[in-house]
């Protein structure tokens, strides 16, 4: 046999063997391969089953911690550990049968686990009776008692037993484990030389592979070009959408808001047009003016509600102790809800001061309690309870809820035992004209206006309950580091303050009926009042004018805003007194819906009873911080 025709057979047993040995040696990898994925998979289940017994001794520790601080934690906030505890009980037992399904032993043991926490739980439930009942001494017997030391001891050996078990099976499974790794080792050693001895058929694989990652390569771009496509289209459907459901709120809002002016317009067109006609009977021209006024009333209360739904409502927060505001309120929510419904108030000793607009809680507390009337309406008798508290909002309660940051806020929890309410009705209840009573029975801005002043105040609001069990509205307000300063907002003396002539109030509107109406409602409050129809006009009337001593502005005016016009003002005349007027808030006096520090501020419309007040208020010095 020559050496070409050896050569040539040499290198055919090599093509011919060296293919076998790559297919042996690859079927033995696989098949290690996937022993050691099966073995790898019984160790991760028996750390597992360890983690359970982890969690569940945790479990076990919660559950005695939670009962034995009951001497220096409230009872309620006890209650509610221990049953948080007793869940997690039960489900770690679960979570242990399920991954102890497959062994035997290990299925004896949990079943042993079983008997002496339930008589561990028994001897809780024992414990919270005694408690609930005010039987202390009964409840420090069961504290004390051995019986629960002896269960807890009892169930601690058992799930050692459990992890000693699983140790073992640990350490098998990981001798495996690493058995059949080193096997893995040795085979890939062994598809190594089998692949150095048959080079040409690697190259040829090789050659082979390099095409097919190519073809993939193309295939994944197209599928990357194809993914994109299909997100822009999405993005844009999606835009779509959020475009459309926008404008259906906008719809619902403006729908609303015309449906209610329309109401309101017509009373008041309606009553002027029969003041008219019944002119020569001054009573019934009374009686028409007062039905046109109390729509007039309605539609400003309806601007109030909707500017505070929008946080754009000026406030004019001062440190509250929540505590007597709540107090003081006591009568008028009786007088308001009737006799039929009792109202009971719980109020936390050593309640922090909170930093808000004490008439705007004092609206949202009487819009709450007036919603919790009609909630109990038909029932022979209701219970409204409002109740303070000190509270802190923790991150992980806050990771779930939009604009709410974490910190110490005062709680005022409003519940009723009305009918309750569905959570597809609580998911709306907050949205602008959206309600459930009658047709004529309400705005659906009540509980639109409480959302828009406790966001704008920094707060936050929650709602809790369940058909036929009741409602309870909470609502934190943040927490005021400071001294407690008002307890809640000034009552309106019922006596109109007046002025004299002495006293010249400068009025500076750019609507001319406006400003005539402001002049003539001073003139009759005997005040002396010189309009002027700009910030321009009015600069020259206090330099001509000394015996000017208040500037009744505008805030929103085309040659100058009125906050420039009373800073220009100032300089001419220190010692003159400003009010502000406006019927939008978004402008030099409120930011961030507040009103600036030393801002006397009446919004428009505004009653003559409640100007007479402020320009009172400001000229004796009270209503102003210059």
């Known amino acids: 046999m020559t050496v070409p025709e050896r050569s040539n057979r040499l290198v055919l047993r090599a093509i011919v063997i060296g293919p076998a040995i790559v297919v042996l040696a690859a079927v033995a990898g696989i098949w290690l391969t996937q022993a050691q994925r099966d073995a790898g998979r019984w160790v991760n289940h028996s750390i597992s089953v360890?983690?359970?017994?982890?969690?569940?001794?945790?479990?076990?520790?919660?559950?005695?911690?939670?009962?034995?601080?009951?001497?220096?934690?409230?009872?309620?906030?006890l209650l509610t550990d221990m049953e948080r505890a007793r869940r997690q009980l039960h489900d770690g037992m679960a979570t242990l049968e399920i991954e102890t399904a497959d062994n035997p032993v290990q299925r004896r043991h949990v079943e042993d686990l079983k008997a002496p926490l339930a008589a561990k739980i028994a001897l809780g439930d024992q414990w919270v009776a005694a408690q609930k009942a005010g039987r202390l001494a009964e409840a420090l017997a069961e504290f004390n008692s051995e019986r629960g030391r002896d269960l807890t001891r009892l169930i601690e050996a058992k799930t050692a037993?459990?992890?000693?078990?699983?140790?073992?099976?640990?350490?098998?499974?990981?001798?495996?484990?690493?058995?059949?790794?080193?096997?893995?080792?040795?085979g890939l050693v062994l598809a190594i030389l089998a692949i150095v001895g048959t080079a040409i058929y690697l190259v040829r694989d090789a050659r082979m592979r390099i095409v097919e990652a190519v073809a993939a390569r193309d295939t994944a771009v197209a599928a990357r070009e194809q993914v994109i496509a299909e997100v822009r289209r999405r993005e844009a459907a999606e835009g779509q959408v959020r475009q459309m459901q926008k404008m259906e709120s906008v719809g619902q809002l403006t729908g609303g808001i015309a449906h209610d002016f329309n109401n309101m317009l017509a009373i008041i067109i309606g009553s002027l047009d029969l003041a008219i006609r019944r002119f020569s009977d001054p009573a019934r021209v009374k009686k028409s003016i007062a039905a046109a006024r109390e729509g007039a009333e309605r539609a400003a209360v309806l601007t109030a509600r909707l500017l505070a739904f929008s946080r754009q409502q000026p406030l004019a927060p001062v440190a509250v102790e929540a505590n007597r505001l709540v107090s003081g309120m006591s009568e008028l929510l009786t007088r308001t809800l009737g006799e039929t419904i009792h109202v009971e108030t719980v109020l936390a000793g050593g309640l922090w001061p909170t930093f808000v607009d004490p008439s705007q809680l004092e609206s949202a507390l009487l819009n709450l309690a007036v919603n919790a009337r009609d909630a109990m309406a038909g029932r022979d008798a209701g219970k409204l309870t409002i109740e303070t508290m000190n509270a802190h909002l923790d991150e992980e309660y806050c990771r779930s809820r939009a604009e709410v940051e974490p910190g110490q806020y005062v709680l005022l929890c409003v519940s009723d035992t009305g009918e309750?309410?569905?959570p597809?009705?609580?998911?709306?209840?907050?949205?602008p004209?959206?309600?459930?009573k009658e047709v004529g029975k309400g705005t659906g801005l009540g509980l639109s206006q409480v959302f828009g002043f406790v966001k704008q105040s920094g707060g936050h609001v929650a709602i809790y309950s369940e058909p036929g069990q009741g409602t309870t509205v909470k609502l934190y307000l943040p927490?005021?580091?400071?001294?407690?300063?008002?307890?809640?907002?000034?009552?309106v003396a019922e006596a109109m303050p007046t002025g004299n002539k002495a006293e010249v109030v400068l009025v500076v509107e750019d609507e001319a009926r406006m400003r005539e109406l402001s002049a003539e409602a001073l003139a009759e409050l005997g005040y002396t009042a010189l309009p002027a129809g700009g910030p321009l006009e009015a600069l020259a009337m206090l330099r001509d004018n000394p015996a000017i001593t208040l500037l009744f502005t505008d805030v929103m005016m085309p040659d100058m805003s009125g906050?420039?016009?009373a800073d220009e003002a100032l300089k001419l005349r220190p010692d003159l007194k400003v009010v502000f007027t406006t019927g939008y808030t978004r402008n030099a006096v409120v930011h961030n819906g507040m009103l600036d520090a030393g801002v006397a501020f009446l919004p428009k419309p505004f009653t003559i009873a409640q100007l007479a007040q402020k320009i009172r208020a400001v000229l004796d010095g009270g209503g102003q911080n210059r």
């Open 563 to 565: 906050r420039k016009l």
């Open 50 to 77: 360890q983690l359970g017994v982890s969690r569940f001794e945790k479990a076990l520790s919660q559950y005695e911690s939670s009962y034995r601080g009951f001497l220096i934690r409230p009872l309620p906030v």
């Open 479 to 491: 927490r005021h580091m400071g001294a407690s300063l008002a307890a809640g907002a000034e009552t």
């Open 424 to 431: 597809e009705v609580i998911a709306r209840a907050f949205d």
């Open 433 to 436: 004209f959206f309600t459930t």
């Open 420 to 422: 309750g309410m569905p």
């Open 161 to 186: 037993l459990v992890t000693a078990e699983e140790d073992r099976l640990l350490a098998g499974r990981q001798a495996r484990v690493q058995r059949l790794s080193e096997l893995v080792i040795l």
